[in-house]
């Protein structure tokens, strides 16, 4: 069926999908639908997703000035109750907040001007998709896709529509991680061979649930919404859902982006998607139903040359180092250490020595306020992260965890990584593996690797080519339940 969809839409209204994708490279819409009459006007948002980080959008949006929190959303009961509870509280009496645990009743509201999306991962795009539609600005959580094709029409939506789309990736507030990635451009510091991302925080297994009844104060069907699980248990809500393909994408699209997002962020400017992406890891030690890697080392290519790094590393040991931060390898053999302040370590120097660069141009206020006056202004140019920077980055992780799911097992041990003549690959994957081996005891009796295959990408097309094309294509987009599909591009 082709007809355009409603700009409101209702359950009904939702179409079918295949897994088609648009296949042009756009320009941000700068042709906004939803405005703020003047500067000082007050912004109306709603809060989709009350726990986690969505306690952190309330608070983001209750100090920014002169904005209200009109709707709060949650599909758990008591958890919107509790939050309703604590901004009226803070709110005193500055305005009111109505709860609801449908989106759509909020976007309905022609008086509503933006909504902040902290669900979870897998409701992301559909929320962002329709909300462009309505008219109304979004901010939203990282990743902005739980896979490549909805990215794709989120970034089509956004151009139809010309509303603000600010991506959660704080990093994109700060100027000096925007003045080093500009002095790295501009031929101020020798050229970029390799951005690395690390994401080693510690966390533990979450054991198995047996398959049971929804709590009664859950809506079960609005939380899952487009994710086909066949029955719920309880890991999925409220947190563990992270580590579930159904809903999450593991710590590298998840604490991940930061990470993913800023290494993508130093690539030269011209280039869009990798070319080549192959991840290697596993899930050791705890022995529960999480689907997604605990331990993971990846790579991409880009067309010119330029490559990410990403080092996933969950499992927690006595001498555990956590590593929440960029690298930068630059082609004279320099390597760039720090977030906002930096220190390089020269060729043959025997110590790193402060660099001192520029500020980088932001849109200034924090990631909060930041959004705020680019809804104000009306205006999309001004996101600190807009709609194509979070489809980049969310692509390059979603294409790493492709390879990785398409993998196959072999024994754990030095020898596992298949890198050809990559010599940067294989040395980083070595630390990566001789941590696990000698740090956490993996043993290579009792454990595997999971070896993904080198995925070839086309930029232009956000398809396959090659090698375990057929397979990979089949990952770019996610089945989804009857009422929640993701349009497709032509539909939008």
């Not at 948002?45 to 608070?59: C, E, F, K, M, P």
């Not at 003045?179 to 991302?197: C, N, T």
């Not at 990410?308 to 956590?322: H, L, T």
């Not at 396959?464 to 009422?483: C, I, Q, V, Y």
Request: aromatic share 8%; hydrophobic share 35%.
């Amino acid at each position: 069926m082709n007809r355009k969809l409603p700009v409101k839409p209702t359950r009904r209204d939702f179409l079918s999908t295949t897994s088609a994708i648009g296949g042009s490279l756009i320009i941000m819409g700068t042709k906004a639908t939803a405005g703020i009459k003047g500067a000082n006007d007050r912004v109306r948002i709603a809060v989709a997703g009350l726990n986690g980080r969505g306690q952190s959008h309330i608070s983001g949006w209750m100090k920014a000035d002169n904005v209200e929190i009109a709707y709060a959303i949650d599909p758990a009961k008591s958890v919107l109750e509790k939050r309703l509870g604590a901004i009226e509280k803070k709110a005193n009496g500055k305005f009111t907040t109505k709860g609801v645990a449908d989106f759509r009743e909020a976007l309905d509201d022609k008086s509503l001007d933006a909504i902040s999306v902290a669900t979870p991962n897998h409701w992301h795009s559909l929320i962002t998709i329709r909300a462009a539609q309505a008219g109304k600005h979004v901010y939203v959580e990282k990743p902005m896709s739980h896979d490549v094709a909805e990215g794709r029409v989120a970034v089509e939506a956004q151009k139809k529509y010309g509303v603000v789309i600010q991506h959660g990736t704080q990093r994109r507030s700060d100027a000096g991680v925007a003045g080093l990635h500009e002095a790295l451009k501009s031929g101020e510091l020798p050229r970029l061979k390799i951005a690395y991302g690390y994401c080693c925080k510690p966390r533990g297994g979450i054991g198995s649930k047996s398959p049971g009844t929804p709590p009664s104060n859950l809506n079960w069907d609005l939380w899952k919404g487009p994710a086909v699980i066949d029955q719920y248990h309880a890991n999925y809500h409220p947190y563990n859902w992270h580590w579930f393909w159904e809903t999450g994408n593991g710590d590298l699209n998840n604490q991940g982006t930061h990470q993913l997002d800023v290494a993508r962020w130093a690539i030269d400017d011209d280039q869009t998607h990798p070319t080549r992406a192959m991840a290697i890891g596993g899930r050791f030690q705890w022995d529960d139903q999480g689907e997604t890697p605990n331990t993971m080392f990846s790579m991409a290519e880009y067309p010119n040359g330029q490559m990410v790094f990403f080092n996933v590393r969950n499992v927690n040991y006595k001498d555990y180092k956590r590593q929440v931060y960029n690298e930068y390898y630059l082609e004279d053999g320099s390597v760039i250490t720090g977030e906002s302040h930096y220190q390089i370590l020269r060729p043959g120097a025997s110590k790193p020595e402060g660099l001192k660069i520029s500020k980088g141009k932001v849109t200034p206020g924090g990631n909060w306020n930041s959004f705020i006056s680019a809804v104000r202004a009306n205006d999309p140019s001004m996101a600190n992260g807009n709609v194509l920077d979070a489809h980049y980055g969310c692509v390059l992780g979603h294409l790493m965890n492709n390879s990785y799911r398409l993998g196959h097992e072999v024994p754990f041990s030095a020898t596992a990584g298949q890198f050809g003549d990559n010599e940067d690959a294989t040395q980083h994957f070595n630390k990566l593996h001789s941590i696990m081996a000698d740090g956490v005891g993996v043993s290579e009796k009792d454990a595997k690797y999971r070896v993904g295959p080198t995925l070839t990408f086309d930029p232009k097309t956000e398809t396959h080519t090659g090698d375990f094309a057929t397979e990979a294509n089949r990952l770019l987009k996610n089945p989804s339940n009857p009422g929640f599909e993701i349009p497709e591009v032509s539909e939008v």
